[in-house]
DNA sequence: CTGAAAGCGCTAACAT
DNA sequence: ATGTTAGCGCTTTCAG
């Protein structure tokens, strides 16, 4: 095993195979105007020495570096990590690598992250920001000489463009649906309420329950089991006990579905649920759970295509300096009618 | 907006400091032997011009790129993404950078993104290799300068440690808790037969249903649900239908529960099931689903501290040259009680 | 079709 | 404490 030196160089290939650096440079960038014998030759040096050509060396000359970062709160949240996959499909159609960085909803670390990929030279960024407004984010950013686009969570007051799904409307159709089911009392569960898409869920079922003019409370503390359990049982025993509970992430669903089921509360019967964002077994537990679907995938699809858009033609950065005037693509999210809300039984 | 051209060069920013090339460089290393003054100064000029490394220049130079790659299937599978989590978090703790790249269980992507890698002088790399016995990854492998670790399935034949789950003697502990449990007609049920885990977890199976003496049969054909269906009916109607089915992995596991309860089976009365790795909603369906829970975030861990070992203490690469005389550091699992084995209402 | 040579941005001797 | 200088491995004019 004489191989584990170190890197076996172009100028070395090149000794060997008794040509020219700029011949050997010829044939590993495809071998164009190369004389098919020596291509042959020279290939078979480089087969020989396990050459391979030094990134570091290549972009250093100046050209696109074929990676883009990626800055996400965890890859182990599967919202983020179906977008991250999504994503690193288009980048490989481009020929491109996906630096993957999580950021855990920590501005700070953001911005570390930010920084670490621009010393790579990223081609471009994606990023779902901690904290939209984040002051420190948005000039780091702006002083970036390369394109950005937000994903799930826009960068107000930029120019970034963003793709998003539309956490208002579909929270106002979640809302509607379980108000055209009869229930009255409903209940807005979620946590992490700093978050832009939770802010503008809730903005969409208070559109809602005010539309309807009912009555409407909404408690953003919901972290873990306990404080679920907690919220609930407080809410049940109160004066005004829910008939209906609407949950805005993920894991409040989860914790909300578990508390209902521990309580021994028939579901749909005492009372219904509705979550925001589909998981995997949300058709498969008892009952199955009613509710708003994110097109996760096409988000992550459509932010890569965005980004190698802009890196395809440079400058056009599309300008418009007036505050938020930034492109925003708005996906549309759909209501999986299931059995929580009380469909199989009520509506079909 | 003059901003977005290129980027600052540390010679920029020593002409502009108005002081030399390796004070810059000093100062943007930490700045000792730098005087206060000078550094503040350099520091000033650095933030005015937005200035970054071009950490390519610095590779290029030949030092560690603190860069580690890590190849797995998928990031949208939880098990995997769970593993990615982990390794991040000992990589930034090791001041690195890690960089995901999905193979798809494809032996080529996965040849093509160790290529990747290598042109990136990753300082080190984890792998979960699609197929333990490819001779091409593993003459490649052979061929690299950088420490290699396989993560959850091993390289065998070669010198290269891995960081497995003990998945026949897990598989072996799932199958004895079903027998001691009275079931005798225990099916077998999963996909993926190639896959190392899934080969050995039938091992384990296998082993357990010959000890004790009883029937069996595994079926490796379940892809998804209606294969999962087909093959569950299959069994039910035929002349020695299982009182119980151990499935292999978390998918198979999923459609199995989905099928049992499609066709209104009772579980575990008529049929129990017992699955091979944990999952969110295993606690949550109704009944709960016992299951064999493998160390996933550990596992991650130690793969990239094993990693990190060997980047510190260079050529200490344990040569044992032996076939398979490699580290192996198998993890143990754990049996979690739940309902679908009966559990609840038999042992407790 | 092929080669010589000039850098790309940075670090690390070696001076001063 | 700080500056000068020689490359790191590659691409790329510019000449043969």
Redesign the pocket.
């Known amino acids: 095993m004489t191989k584990s030196a170190?890197?076996?160089?172009?100028?070395?290939?090149?000794r060997r195979a008794?040509?020219?650096?700029?011949?050997?440079?010829?044939v590993?960038?495809g071998g164009?105007?190369?004389?098919?014998?020596?291509?042959a030759h020279v290939r078979r040096v480089i087969e020989q020495l396990g050459?391979?050509?030094?990134q570091?060396?290549?972009i250093?000359?100046?050209?696109r570096t074929r990676t883009i970062g990626l800055l996400i709160p965890s890859i182990a949240d599967p919202f983020f990590s179906a977008c991250a996959e999504a994503a690193q499909a288009i980048a490989r159609a481009n020929d491109s690598l996906v630096i993957v960085t999580t950021t855990q909803n920590d501005t700070s670390v953001e911005i570390a992250n930010v920084n670490v990929l621009t010393r790579h030279r990223a081609d471009g960024l994606i990023i779902a920001p901690a904290d939209s407004k984040s002051q420190a984010l948005r000039t780091l950013l702006a002083r970036l000489s390369v394109p950005v686009v937000a994903l799930d969570r826009p960068l107000s007051g930029t120019s970034i463009p963003a793709v998003l799904a539309d956490n208002f409307a579909g929270a106002r159709t979640g809302t509607n649906h379980l108000i055209e089911h009869g229930y009255r009392r409903i209940l807005c569960l979620t946590g992490e309420p700093t978050l832009y898409t939770i802010r503008e869920r809730i903005r969409g079922y208070r559109e809602a329950v005010k539309s309807a003019r009912i009555e409407y409370s909404v408690d953003t503390s919901v972290k873990d089991h306990r404080s679920a359990e907690e919220t609930i049982e407080r809410f049940l025993c109160g004066s005004y006990p829910p008939d209906a509970i609407f949950t805005l992430k993920n894991s409040t669903t989860i914790y909300a579905f578990e508390a209902l089921q521990k309580f021994g509360i028939e579901v749909p019967g005492s009372v219904a649920i509705l979550g925001y964002d589909d998981f995997e077994l949300a058709a498969t537990v008892r009952p199955a759970i009613t509710v708003i679907r994110q097109p996760i995938e096409e988000m992550g699809r459509v932010a890569a295509e965005l980004l190698f858009e802009q890196l395809q033609e440079p400058g056009k950065t599309a300008w418009n300096s007036s505050v938020d005037g930034a492109k925003k693509i708005r996906l549309d999210t759909r209501l999986i009618r299931r059995e929580s809300c009380g469909c199989s039984e009520t509506i079909s």
Request: proline share 8%.
């Open positions: 170190k890197h076996p160089t172009l100028s070395e290939v090149a008794g040509v020219g650096t700029t011949t050997v440079s010829r590993i960038n164009r105007r190369v004389d098919p014998q020596t291509l050459y391979m050509p030094n570091a060396a290549r250093l000359k100046g050209g």
